[in-house]
């Protein structure tokens, strides 16, 4: 089973998928194809017709779009449980993970997932902090919901922590305040092994977008790739 992804630091899709079968211990062989260059869109079309990554490739059977990979591997793997047990809850775990999924387009926009950087304050707006205070809202209820059984959404890991940890991410780069019992899941998902070990991969990269991050064009980089150009 092969996993189809883009640059760490840049690529918030990828890491949903990543971050489940990581964490829920579904091997795979990590493929990546970097973002922003000339040669992308051929590298790509060996794996999916969309264009896009992720992908996951099982056998014959290529599977793209973040929503299709977890239900592609919560069938194949039922016994990781990677949805809620109870009918409700499953619901709503989808529900969530949809609303992630199509929605939160000014968070996406203006606040650009940037693993490796520190930029706080960058990107806010009024429209983004309404984008902030919903997903705030998802997390805290659950936590409310489910913590006597764990420390994640549903207690137990599922598809659903894998599905916001890019806004986890976002969240950490950008120095988004939160309220305490969101902030709490925020922190822990920073410090799951997953998590640490993409944020590695990350920092291992060095690729960066000129135009976004003229920062990065210090003196000391030598060793820095411009894309995008």
């Given at each position: 089973?092969?996993?189809?992804?883009?640059?760490?630091n840049?690529?918030?899709?990828?890491?949903?998928?990543?971050?489940?079968?990581?964490?829920?211990?579904?091997?795979?062989?990590?493929?990546?194809?970097?973002l922003?260059?000339?040669?992308?869109?051929a590298?790509?079309?060996?794996?999916?017709?969309?264009?896009?990554?992720?992908?996951?490739?099982?056998?014959?059977?290529?599977?793209?779009?973040?929503?299709?990979?977890?239900?592609?591997?919560?069938?194949?793997?039922?016994?990781?449980?990677?949805?809620?047990?109870?009918?409700?809850?499953?619901?709503?775990?989808?529900?969530?993970?949809?609303?992630?999924?199509?929605?939160?387009?000014?968070?996406r926009?203006?606040?650009?997932?940037?693993?490796?950087?520190?930029?706080?304050?960058?990107?806010?707006?009024?429209?983004?902090?309404r984008?902030v205070?919903?997903?705030?809202?998802?997390?805290?209820?659950?936590?409310?919901?489910?913590g006597?059984?764990?420390?994640?959404?549903?207690?137990?890991?599922?598809?659903?922590?894998?599905?916001?940890?890019?806004?986890?991410?976002?969240?950490a780069?950008?120095?988004?305040?939160?309220?305490?019992?969101?902030?709490?899941?925020?922190?822990?998902?920073?410090?799951?092994?997953?998590?640490?070990?993409?944020?590695?991969?990350?920092?291992?990269?060095?690729?960066?977008?000129?135009?976004?991050?003229?920062?990065?064009?210090?003196?000391?980089?030598?060793?820095?790739?411009?894309?995008?150009?």
């Amino acid at each position: 089973m092969k996993l189809v992804i883009g640059n760490k630091n840049y690529s918030s899709w990828s890491l949903r998928p990543w971050l489940l079968m990581r964490h829920a211990g579904i091997d795979f062989e990590e493929v990546q194809v970097r973002l922003f260059v000339g040669s992308f869109a051929a590298e790509i079309a060996q794996y999916s017709p969309a264009g896009k990554v992720p992908v996951l490739v099982d056998g014959d059977i290529s599977v793209w779009d973040t929503l299709s990979i977890a239900e592609y591997l919560a069938e194949r793997f039922p016994g990781k449980a990677l949805w809620p047990a109870g009918p409700a809850e499953r619901a709503y775990a989808r529900s969530v993970c949809a609303e992630m999924h199509a929605g939160f387009t000014n968070l996406r926009n203006l606040l650009p997932m940037n693993v490796t950087a520190v930029l706080p304050g960058r990107g806010w707006n009024v429209a983004v902090q309404r984008d902030v205070d919903r997903i705030a809202q998802i997390w805290t209820e659950l936590r409310a919901r489910h913590g006597d059984a764990g420390p994640f959404l549903f207690g137990a890991f599922t598809i659903a922590d894998a599905y916001f940890a890019p806004v986890v991410s976002r969240f950490a780069t950008y120095g988004i305040h939160l309220p305490d019992a969101a902030k709490a899941y925020a922190d822990f998902m920073l410090e799951l092994p997953a998590m640490q070990e993409w944020i590695a991969g990350a920092h291992e990269e060095r690729d960066f977008l000129a135009d976004d991050e003229p920062y990065r064009l210090a003196p000391d980089r030598t060793d820095a790739i411009i894309i995008g150009h």
